[in-house]
């Protein structure tokens, strides 16, 4: 174990090989300091220890033509210490000799010699950041890059999950020659083939040593790995992904800043700053609307982004139902609910209960309609009061698209779905044995639920012409695929494919078909435009049909150093701006991994989290649509200046 001090100032790291002859043995001397530290100033401290069966006369310390006299102390100990002064700015990076010298009054003569180190840490480079997805065609790669004359000894990149951990390494000649000497690169792959696996969230963390200075670790997360062959990956965002329609998308990123990003043009409006509440930063959810944007807070905020201007629609409230430019609003304590209209600036009460525990759920027509539902009634509340369904049980939300209503009622032990039609018609579903009210989907007249079959819940869909088919036929329990402000819309296609989740995998199923497995439940799956989507972390992917897949992103590179190769499948990555004779020789797929040496500028915020105007309207450089833009687009849109330490060379 190597022990370091710090000193501030420049940064001069030294550790001292003793090797003392003498001129006659009588006399001895030894270094005790600075031994194996990290001296970070323009002074070196000395100590020596130096003896003689005569006195000691006088005991100096060379440094680089400096000389300097040692003063006695006790026991036979000797201190000084060197006032570098401009030279500390001169000096080369690398090994240099401190030399102690002891006198006695016989004028016998002894040395110590130690080498010291003028140090900088190595360049450590990797190709993910926070909320990345590792896609198919993209491989994770590292590098380190040392402060010559001095060499990386050791990189390690480690992907962890509660499963367990998959680790990369490399060392000088393991487990491949590497191409740079002092340099060090792994690639995923590289050297056995074997992949991370897929479907999983890791914490990935990243250390590097040259055994000079202390171990540098990166821990990034979360990262994520999803390489299905049905999924390809369409444009990243500069962060994690909310919500997204056809032109838009709306994310939070790494500084807990939401934006909405232009798809076309790639520019980033930032519209809010996330205070850290009591509630985690997960908390945090939103959606996109025709004028902008509303989410929830950590801090009991809705707030929302009408027409370019922010508003604080209340506080202490829970967002609950979103379409179009309306909102369903509710208090923490589910006693009182609001419906407001974001483009007219207008409120309604819509139940209140003072004192009430109900929880209070709602879903919106496109018309801004509201259907809801609570436990102090039985029925399904609609637009002027129209009352749906009586039954026993607990309501739970109810789910409408403007022309079928359907609800669910749970009695403690099933959950049993109805559904109501445009012609005033109530149709049975089903029961499942489950208690979530995630359980139906509604959609262009589909309905899509959970019925059991005495064992485990099925998925089932119901067509437009009354038709009820049987989708899942699996040995455990199918749900479906549900997030906040999103519940019962978006697994159904308009011809009625039904999207779900089984045994970590999520399926698309059709009447009359055996389901398909297209990728891992990680994310969430939606219906847009005539195409399937799924959103992980920064990124959209296209669901791909079996017969025929959408543009793939470039198929994975060999497992060798392949000069060619491009990183990620045509990923843009931030360079870190290296000089140009320093990369010639290196793997092409490492000439864009990136470190983030410094953070944006903090941008100021009121007490609702709403990010100053300045901050709005940053643009980000790439082509439109393009797979390969999350780190330079996380980047140019957050403002990260990007690039190595500039270093002064001998």
């Known amino acids: 174990m190597r022990a370091y001090r710090q000193h501030i100032g420049t940064a001069i790291a030294f550790a001292l090989s003793l090797s003392a002859h003498a001129a006659d043995a009588a006399v001895t001397v030894g270094l005790i300091a600075p031994t194996n530290e990290i001296i970070e100033s323009s002074t070196i401290p000395v100590h020596a220890t130096a003896s003689s069966p005569e006195d000691i006369y006088y005991v100096e310390a060379e440094f680089e033509g400096l000389t300097i006299e040692l003063t ?46 003028r140090y900088a840490p190595p360049t450590l480079g990797w190709n993910a950041v926070m909320h990345d997805t590792l896609t198919d065609g993209w491989r994770f790669a590292a590098k380190c890059i040392p402060t010559p004359p001095y060499a990386c000894k050791s990189l390690r990149a480690r992907f962890q999950t509660d499963n367990g951990s998959y680790e990369l390494l490399a060392e ?32 990935l963390t990243i250390e590097v040593d040259d055994y000079i200075g202390p171990t540098i670790t990166k821990t990034i997360g979360p990262i994520y790995v999803e390489r299905s062959p049905r999924l390809t990956a369409v444009q990243r965002a500069p962060g994690t992904i909310l919500d997204f329609d056809a032109a838009r998308i709306l994310f939070r990123d790494l500084y807990q800043r939401l934006g909405i990003f232009d798809r076309a043009t790639q520019q980033v409006t930032w519209i809010a700053t996330i205070p850290q509440g009591d509630l985690p930063f997960s908390e945090v959810y939103g959606a996109l609307t025709p004028s902008g944007s509303v989410h929830q807070s950590t801090t009991g905020h809705i707030l929302a982004w009408v027409d370019g201007a922010r508003r604080t629609i209340t506080s202490g409230a829970r967002l609950d139902a979103v379409n179009g430019d309306n909102i369903v609003w509710t208090t923490y304590s589910d006693d009182w609910a609001v419906a407001t209209s974001l483009s007219a600036g207008t409120s309604r009460t819509l139940w209140r209960i003072d004192g009430s525990r109900s929880p209070f759920q709602a879903d919106i027509t496109p018309s801004g309609g509201v259907y809801f539902g609570t436990y102090e009634d039985s029925a399904i509340v609609g637009p002027s009061g129209v009352r749906l369904g009586d039954h026993e049980g607990n309501l739970q939300r109810p789910i409408t698209d403007g022309t079928n209503v359907a609800g669910r009622w749970w009695d403690g032990m099933t959950s049993s779905s109805y559904l109501y039609t445009a012609e005033g018609e109530e149709v049975f579903l089903g029961d499942s044995i489950t208690g ?60 009625g494919e039904v999207l779900f989740l089984n045994g970590g995998k999520r399926y698309l199923g059709r009447a009359g078909g055996a389901p398909e497995a297209v990728g891992s439940s990680l994310g969430h799956g939606r219906w847009l435009d005539g195409s399937w989507y799924v959103t992980i972390g920064n990124t959209i992917f296209q669901v791909s049909s079996e017969q025929g897949a959408v543009a793939q992103l470039a198929a994975p590179g060999s497992a060798e150093f392949a000069p060619e190769e491009g990183l990620g499948g045509g990923r843009e990555v931030l360079s870190t701006a290296f000089a140009v004779d320093e990369v010639l020789d290196e793997p092409m797929w490492a000439r864009d991994l990136h470190e983030p040496d410094a953070l944006p500028a903090s941008a100021d915020a009121d007490t609702d989290g709403n990010i100053a105007p300045a901050a709005a309207g940053c643009s980000a450089s790439g082509p439109a649509g393009s797979a390969g833009s999350a780190a330079a687009l996380a980047a140019a849109v957050a403002g990260l200046v990007l690039g190595r330490r500039r270093r002064a060379r001998s």
Do not use: C
């Not at 020659?177 to 992949?195: A, I, K, T």
């Not at 019925?451 to 199918?478: C, M, Y």
């Open 72 to 117: 006695p102390t006790e026991g036979g100990h000797f201190q000084g210490a060197f006032d570098l002064g401009e030279l500390a700015g001169e000096l080369a990076y690398g090994p240099h000799i401190v030399t102690v010298h002891a006198y006695s009054t016989l004028g016998e003569v002894a040395s110590a010699q130690g080498t010291v180190h």
């Open 436 to 495: 979530t009210s995630a359980g139906l989907l509604v959609h262009a007249g589909h309905a899509a639920f959970l019925k059991s079959d005495g064992a485990v819940n099925q998925v089932w869909l119901r067509t437009p012409d009354g038709e009820q088919h049987q989708i899942s036929d699996f040995t455990t329990s199918s749900q479906f695929d549900q997030v906040k402000l999103r519940v019962g819309h978006d697994g159904i296609s308009d011809a």
């Open 172 to 203: 000088p000649g393991f487990p491949v020659p590497q191409p740079v000497p002092g340099r060090l690169y792994v690639l995923e792959g590289m050297y056995d083939g074997r992949m991370i696996p897929s479907g999983r969230t890791y914490t």
